[in-house]
């Protein structure tokens, strides 16, 4: 090109379109959605734990990397757990319901023996240095099992609605009542948030969910008016600057975190909130500490993450035929996005604080890991989609196959040709 060529006609709006539309009609687009999506959110959410836990652990472990090196590891298991899932094949988790069930309300029912009480709620069991909490397993068991049951029936031609609630309504409460004997209101309504999402994909009546609603608010009402701790939430929610040193404390040292951050936030690492003014800035509110280090710009950013999260998992629902694979991607939707939809709406002030973590980003092994497992989950149904075989087969091994074919481990070494000998 020289200097008396004319520049370049920029590309017609209608040929990006169209470009898009070849971008996201791609068989493999789910997979690489979720599976980028996913990592970009557990390295912010280690990074933050960093950062946000970095006094408090060296004050009460001396050590500022205490909680950060659990969280690694914790981030480590679960994306080898998440690797396993995404290659484990869909009658696996069909059948992996059932057993999750039951030993996820053995856990809740351990937990209200032996489990330890915090902040109000009944929730772990310590066992040394290791910290179990049942009730996030529950949700990637309730996920399976539901999505399960719901498909036998649909497939079997059961139309009734009624005759699909049983045995779901049932084992939702059962799971329900033994978290709510914990106390764990949270927990309670992220497992009714599943339970609904399954309902509505199998396509239960309006009036269904308007019945099933009030039954929840009724139970939430009563479980907050019986215990003290909730009502002082609630009244610090409703007005929390009224009280702002005590009822309101958390909330409002969240609002000001937020508002420190501006547009573009006080640099990773320099928050000032996490210098003991805002309690529990690791797990609950590490969304405060995102917008007070990365400012509005990085709270979006979280936020884009997650909707594009629910977009990838809703896309392989949509287009992968398999009753149960359309149930349980979006019953984990709901489960991932309502967490964090309720977490981040608490922060910002507009919800309850419930003491929910936000997904992927919060500390604590015990929300990460099934988390991590409900996304290699989606990531195997994303090998499902049309095309998405053919896809997986052209491009070859990987450099995991391939590094092992190289050991003798796999299949034949890249540049030789099956059956071919060296003499």
């Keep these: 090109m020289t200097a008396a060529d004319p520049p370049a006609a920029p590309e017609p709006l209608q040929g990006r379109l169209t470009r898009l539309r070849e971008l996201l009609g791609r068989p493999l687009f789910s997979y690489h959605l979720l599976l980028g999506v996913s990592g970009l959110l557990v390295t912010l959410g280690l990074m933050m734990v960093l950062s946000a836990s970095s006094i408090s652990a060296l004050e009460t472990r001396n ?22 899932c995404s290659r484990l094949p869909l009658r696996f988790f069909r059948l992996a319901g059932y057993p999750l069930m039951v030993l996820a309300a053995l856990g809740l029912v351990l937990v209200i023996f032996i489990g330890q009480s915090e902040l109000g709620a009944q929730r772990w069991i310590y066992i040394g240095e290791l910290t179990i909490q049942p009730s996030e397993p529950a949700k990637f068991a309730l996920v399976l099992w539901g999505a399960d049951l719901l498909a036998r029936r649909v497939r079997g031609g059961t139309a009734e609605w009624r005759h699909l609630l049983i045995p779901l309504m049932p084992g939702t409460a059962l799971m ?7 106390r764990d209101l949270g927990t309670t309504i992220v497992l009714m948030t599943i339970f609904l999402a399954l309902l509505w994909v199998v396509g239960a009546p309006l009036k269904l969910f308007g019945g099933i609603l009030a039954v929840v608010v009724l139970a939430a009402v009563v ?16 007005n929390p600057w009224a009280n702002a040193q005590g009822t309101g404390f958390q909330a409002v040292q969240g609002q000001i975190a937020m508002g420190s951050g501006g547009w573009f936030g006080l640099g990773l690492g320099s928050s000032r909130a996490k210098w003991n003014w805002l309690p529990h800035a690791e797990s609950d509110f590490i969304f405060a500490i995102i917008g007070e280090e990365l400012g509005l710009m990085g709270t979006l950013v979280v936020v884009a993450l997650f909707g594009l999260l629910g977009y990838g998992g809703l896309r392989v629902a949509t287009r992968v035929g398999d009753p149960f694979v359309r149930l349980a991607s979006a019953a984990a939707v709901a489960w991932i996005a309502g967490q964090a939809i309720v977490n981040i709406g608490a922060v910002i002030g507009v919800l309850p604080i419930t003491g929910i973590p936000l997904p992927l980003v919060s500390y604590g092994g015990s929300a990460l890991l099934p988390t991590l497992a409900a996304l290699g989950m989606l990531l195997s149904f994303a090998k499902q989609e049309p095309g998405a075989r053919e896809a997986l087969l052209a491009r070859g091994p990987g450099p995991a196959a391939r590094a092992l074919s190289w050991l003798g481990l796999g299949g034949p070494r890249p540049g030789r040709r099956p059956g071919r000998t060296r003499r």
Excluded: H, P
């Design 63 to 84: 050590s500022a990397f205490a909680l950060f090196g659990r969280q690694l590891i914790s981030m480590l298991l679960g994306l080898c757990l998440m690797w396993v």
């Design 176 to 182: 329900a009542l033994l978290v709510m004997a914990g």
């Design 223 to 238: 479980m907050i008016s019986t215990e003290g701790y909730r009502s002082d939430r609630i009244e610090g929610w409703l």
